[in-house]
């Protein structure tokens, strides 16, 4: 069982930057792909980032590549998402995801994922 606990959401403006931090709990952190989504109001869970076990290997949304950008520490048990360039089409609750599969499996399939965050709040205002 891992329990996910994300942070660092707000209200920023238009280009602005925001990190968003997801705790994990457990000792085998480094086994478990992370990965991040969001949630706009009326619209479907959308993949955001992934990244593999030991850090190695990411994917990005094409909305998002160059923009965001997804890590991990492993001695830390945790995962950060650096958001730059922050649009108003950003706005959304953020959701942090794991799951022991690797991340060629789970990939950008939030039903892929077995353990879930409860979310943090992104605004970005124009």
């Known amino acids: 069982q891992v329990q996910l606990v994300e942070s660092g959401g707000g209200l920023v403006q238009a280009g602005g930057s925001l990190r968003l931090s997801c705790a994990a709990s457990?000792?085998?952190?480094?086994?478990?792909?992370m990965g991040w989504f969001r949630q706009a109001p009326g619209k479907e869970r959308e993949f955001v980032a992934a990244?593999?076990?030991?850090?190695?290997?990411?994917y990005y949304s094409a909305s998002v590549k160059g923009r965001f950008t997804i890590s991990r520490d492993n001695a830390k048990n945790t995962v950060y998402l650096q958001m730059n360039s922050l649009k108003p089409e950003d706005t959304a609750v953020y959701y942090c995801?794991?799951?022991?599969?690797?991340?060629?499996?789970?990939?950008?399939?939030?039903?892929?994922?077995?353990?879930w965050g409860q979310g943090t709040q992104v605004t970005v205002s124009s």
């Open positions: 990244i593999s076990g030991s850090g190695g290997s990411t």
């Open positions: 995801a794991a799951d022991r599969a690797t991340l060629r499996v789970v990939h950008a399939t939030p039903g892929a994922y077995a353990y």
């Open positions: 457990g000792r085998t952190f480094s086994s478990y792909t």
